[in-house]
């Protein structure tokens, strides 16, 4: 579920809670459907809007047929965040998973960003994150992707397990029906060293997921003699049984040849961005400095950007009424960034009126204080 795209964020809340509502309908009536859903900030929605339905997912997760994945607080773009946000994507997404479901996630997974820096694997690694998926780079305009099973390596040496699959019919919002099936499995590459792939089905980038006529098809087609077997599974248990040998490497930047524009569009959210990544750290490392708890307040204002950096809102692929909304709250991250560090400088050089301070957060314990006169 996109958490903005063509519709505001307001919207994707009340779609995320009926999407779930029908997942969970679902589940009572096919014993075999297993779901999973990314995003923590989703969650934390939940949390605000339906308490009750967030218990329910938390039993279906105990059972083993939900599965909260990816490990981060969005599924966000991974070109232009930079590289402390995407840990912090990471660290706030899996923090949350283990506070409210008791478990972490070992799966990247990004079927519809935009494209990967080559600095990702390290901050996926020591997140504790040794798979990745995604779906996108099957939309290169000219140079088709050449793998979909591989290690994935980064410009420092790190390596994760990286898998893809290309279904021409519905991509990441695949149907049950023979001919999903059939030519995902075709186009799987990587079926000289493993027999199995994934296929993820359901309505998805405007909610809905899985639908009753899809798994009725699931029942009827799941061990159909001329198609390949289906079974219902975690994605973090499928990733277990890939093989670790034998896989070729694809070293530095996953780039896509597709929605170039996303890169300078919409000027002013890339702007903000970037400052806020920066007062934030510095709001941080000064406040440290001068023993000042702020972490309930810089907790809530990261959040604000990590959501803001999911991969349809940072990119600027998405409607008018998305940036109505992202451009003040970006604004007063910014001013509660500036806020904090500023109130932790004061506390550190007892400055005033008359004088005024030099600092570097990268060098912290340099802080120059200058009177005039």
């Known amino acids: 579920i996109d958490l903005a795209w063509l519709w505001p964020v307001a919207e994707t809340r009340r779609k995320v809670r009926r999407t779930w509502s029908s997942v969970l309908n679902l589940m009572e009536r096919y014993p075999d459907f297993t779901f999973n859903q990314s995003s923590a900030q989703a969650y934390r929605w939940m949390e605000e809007d339906d308490p009750a339905l967030l218990e329910r997912i938390k039993a279906r997760v105990a059972e083993g047929r939900w599965e909260p994945i990816g490990g981060s607080w969005t599924e966000p773009d991974g070109q232009v965040t930079g590289g402390e ?13 283990e506070q409210t479901f008791g478990r972490r996630s070992t799966v990247a997974w990004v079927p519809d960003v935009f494209g990967f820096s080559g600095g990702i694997p390290q901050l996926l690694l020591q997140a504790g994150l040794t798979g990745f998926f995604t779906t996108k780079l099957n939309w290169n305009e000219d140079n088709s992707f050449p793998f979909d099973l591989f290690w994935w390596e980064g410009i420092d040496g790190s390596k994760v397990l990286a898998h893809s699959f290309l279904n021409p019919n519905g991509g990441y919002n695949g149907h049950i029906n023979p001919q999903d099936v059939h030519q995902t ?27 009753d006529d899809m798994l009725q098809n699931y029942e009827r087609i799941r061990d159909y003699p001329v198609l390949p077997k289906l079974e219902m599974g975690m994605v973090e248990e499928f990733y277990d049984t890939l093989p670790r040998e034998g896989l070729p490497t694809y070293v530095g930047e996953m780039y896509l040849e597709l929605h170039r524009a996303t890169l300078t569009t919409q000027a002013l959210v890339k702007q903000l961005n970037r400052q806020a990544e920066h007062r934030l750290v510095e709001a941080e490392a000064f406040a440290t400095l001068a023993r000042q708890d702020a972490r309930e307040t810089l907790d809530a204002a990261w959040q604000d950007l990590l959501y803001n950096q999911f991969h349809d809102v940072l990119p600027g692929s998405s409607i008018h009424e998305v940036y109505e909304d992202t451009h003040p709250q970006r604004r007063e991250v910014v001013a509660t960034a500036i806020q904090v560090r500023d109130n932790a400088l004061a506390a550190l050089t007892g400055a005033g009126t008359d004088t005024f301070a030099i600092s570097n957060p990268d060098t912290a314990d340099n802080v120059a204080v200058f009177v005039p006169g």
Request: net charge positive; aromatic share 22%; hydrophobic share 35%.
């Open 85 to 97: 946000a995407y840990a912090r994507q990471l660290f706030y997404g899996q923090r949350y998973f």
């Open 185 to 211: 499995w075709k186009n799987f590459i990587g079926k000289r060293i493993q027999d199995e792939t994934l296929l993820a089905f359901g309505w998805g980038d405007g909610g809905g997921g899985p639908s």
